[in-house]
């Protein structure tokens, strides 16, 4: 794993790129969370609760899913806007996810509803090379939920 962190605009800016091994899912949640309490502790940023640990779930999903069906490394950032955490997630992958048919009896494959329910909005672009997904998750809570 490689990480970088930055400033874009006024507040700062995290990234890493990793291997695609399983490892890197736990990694991303932790970069996530760093991020999310940084920006709280040393920006006084006011950071619910809700936003890390929905910012966790989504980024975890995310690197699922890239290490599950992308082959070779994915690119991982997170920054704000002061309002909203965006969670950016790049892979290799050329075919873009997409969220299945509600049923109640499938087990698994609820990844891209989870993200999407916890999300502000989801976008999900063709890259050059692969793909980008960016979520932007609100860093209080809303009426929304």
């Not at 910012?55 to 992308?70: D, M």
């Not at 997630?89 to 048919?101: F, G, N, R, T, Y």
């Amino acid at each position: 794993m490689r990480q970088c962190a930055g400033v874009s605009g006024r507040y700062p800016r995290a990234a890493a790129v990793y291997d695609g091994a399983p490892s890197c899912i736990a990694a991303a949640r932790d970069i996530v969370a760093a991020f999310l309490t940084d920006l709280q502790a040393v920006h006084g940023l006011s950071v619910s609760r809700d936003a890390i640990d929905f910012g966790q779930l989504v980024v975890s999903e995310l690197v699922t899913n890239s290490v599950k069906y992308a082959p070779g490394p994915c690119v991982v950032s997170v920054e704000t806007d002061g309002v909203f955490v965006v969670v950016e997630v790049w892979d290799s992958e050329v075919l873009l996810p997409q969220a299945l048919a509600f049923e109640p009896a499938r087990v698994g494959q609820h990844g891209l509803e989870i993200v999407q329910a916890l999300c502000e909005s989801l976008e999900i672009q063709r890259e050059p090379v692969g793909k980008r997904i960016t979520a932007r998750i609100p860093l209080a809570p809303t009426a929304k939920r």
